[in-house]
Every structure is written in C-alpha cells, then in structure tokens.
C-alpha cells in the first residue's frame, strides 16, 4: 500500500477556487491509478475524478466537468484537483485514494489506499 496526505482545503466563497493536492509516500507512484472522492455527513463516498498511471486517461463525474480539472506529478508523488467556480453543493470532506486498476468505472472498493480528507467548505 501507500500512505496518502491531502492538503489544501479550505473555506471559500461560491465562484471561487481551490487546489488540493495529495502527496503520496513509496514507490512505483506511477503505476497507481489515483482518484478523488468526496464525502458528505451520512453518506457514502462519492467519485469526483480520477487519473490512470501515466496521466494519459482521465474521468470525472458530470457534476465536476468543465469545473474540476485532476492532474499527476509523478516526478513528485503527488495528484492534484483544481477546483474553479465552486459551489456550496461541493462542500464536503475530499480523500484521495490510490488504486491498481484503471476503468471507466472507479468505485471505492477497487482503491486500497485511502488518504486522511481535507475539509472544502463553500460559502453561499
């Protein structure tokens, strides 16, 4: 496994952006399929955008596009998700997760390795 820590998060105002980023420890980074989740009280946790090893392939849920963009630096172990024209509907609590397997269907159960969140708070 490898171990996940997200920073980045943060309250903002609707219309605004963040950047969240998600350094990960080890090695063999590029091999790992990486994905964002969110997560809000009482519920499951919800794909937002995931990237496959290389950066070559990209997958976003309809809500996020034209919004979000995810992108990989695996010279630095890390993943990012930029976040323009927030919403309030966006605030949760976002994990990163690292899986092995690339498909155009990245549910939860197939990523092993999970981060600790980061708190995104968007304001009306």
């Known amino acids: 496994q490898v171990q996940l820590v997200e920073s980045g998060g943060g309250l903002v105002q609707a219309g605004g952006s963040l950047r969240l980023s998600c350094a990960a420890s080890g090695r063999a980074f590029s091999r790992y399929v990486m994905a964002w989740f969110l997560q809000t009280p009482g519920k499951e946790h919800e794909f937002v955008a995931g990237?496959?090893?290389?950066?070559?392939?990209?997958l976003y849920t309809n809500s996020v596009k034209g919004r979000f963009t995810i992108s990989r630096d695996n010279r630095k172990n890390t993943v990012y998700l930029q976040m323009n024209s927030l919403k309030p509907e966006d605030t949760a609590v976002y994990y990163c997760?690292?899986?092995?397997?690339?498909?155009?269907?990245?549910?939860?159960?197939?990523?092993?390795?999970w981060g600790q969140g980061t708190q995104v708070t968007v304001s009306s």
């Open positions: 997760a690292a899986g092995d397997i690339w498909s155009q269907d990245l549910r939860p159960t197939v990523f092993g390795s």
């Open positions: 990237i496959s090893g290389n950066g070559g392939s990209t």
